[in-house]
């Protein structure tokens, strides 16, 4: 990777990229596309049409960047002052039409984080101070507030908002419209257009990416447990670490609640999740 002084051939005539960004030589960036002087590129990867990279921003190998979408650009935040703060992408992402990704905050820790083999569908957004696992889909116009953590293997459904801080645990399914206010827990179906409850966990999901079918039985006894409506978390978690915790999922379920600072939905919605 080198500094950009004579033009590639990848890269259009009519694209603006500063002389001081670095691009690996098989980059393509499409016309009226803008990349800053700041941004580092990865071999491999395609930026379409009218795209928009700023700031301190680190893209890896092998994406896929589509029209009108907007890279590091500074954080929706009044405190943010101009200070250098990064974006940070790693390989064969998908980023389709529209998607915003701002850089991070000082008081946030000063980077915004997506991981590998992602899909960020149109419209989706990945505000400051964010940190997006991998092999996770964010749906159209799914929306994430400042400091969101999502872990791997996680499904975000369309017109879907999560409030600052909240986790996302890793492998569970959030449908459509739903208002994340909380901790998903892992493993889960968690849906919300009126009141947000957890529908039992996602077996689908989980069989789909090849979890053994004992540690999914198990997480089904973990979440009898923990929607259990006589019982109270620390309660569940009690009966769980006494019965079923040998199961290295379900130990990451209990750690996963230990280290929730928001509490997470533990309010049963039945199994089907309509």
């Known amino acids: 990777m080198a500094a950009i002084s004579d033009r590639p051939s990848g890269i259009d005539r009519l694209a603006v990229v500063h002389p001081g960004a670095e ?12 990349v800053g002087e ?14 928009t990279i700023d700031g301190w921003t680190e893209i890896g190998e092998d994406n896929r960047v589509s029209p009108f979408v907007s890279i590091g650009t500074p954080p929706q935040d009044l405190k943010y002052a101009g200070e250098m703060t990064h974006v940070r992408i790693g390989h064969r992402n998908t980023i389709r039409e529209f998607v915003t990704v701002n850089r991070g905050t000082k008081g946030g820790g000063g980077l915004t984080q997506i991981g590998h083999d992602n899909l960020l569908m149109a419209y989706s957004h990945v505000a400051h101070d964010c940190k997006v696992g991998n092999s996770c889909i964010l749906a159209n116009a799914a929306t994430l507030a400042g400091h969101v953590e999502i872990q791997d293997h996680v499904t975000l459904g369309a017109f879907s908002g999560v409030h600052q801080f909240c986790r996302l645990g890793r492998h569970s399914f959030i449908g459509g419209y739903t208002v994340i206010t909380k901790d998903v827990l892992p493993f889960s179906k968690t849906v919300g257009r009126r ?26 006894k973990a979440f009898r447990k923990l929607l259990h409506p006589g019982l109270n978390t620390t309660q569940a978690i009690e009966q769980i670490e006494r019965e079923i915790v040998s199961d290295a999922e379900v130990r990451y379920l209990i750690e996963f609640l230990r280290h929730s ?5 533990t309010r049963t919605g039945g199994e089907s999740g309509e």
Do not use: M
């Open 195 to 220: 009141t947000t409850c957890v529908y039992g966990v996602n077996a689908i999901g989980l069989r789909r990416k090849n979890l053994p079918a004992e540690s999914i039985e198990a997480l089904q």
């Open 38 to 51: 700041n941004v580092k590129i990865g071999r491999g990867t395609s930026l379409a049409s009218h795209v």
């Open 261 to 265: 600072r928001r509490g997470a939905y």
């Open 23 to 34: 691009i690996a030589e098989d980059v393509t960036v499409g016309p009226y596309s803008v």
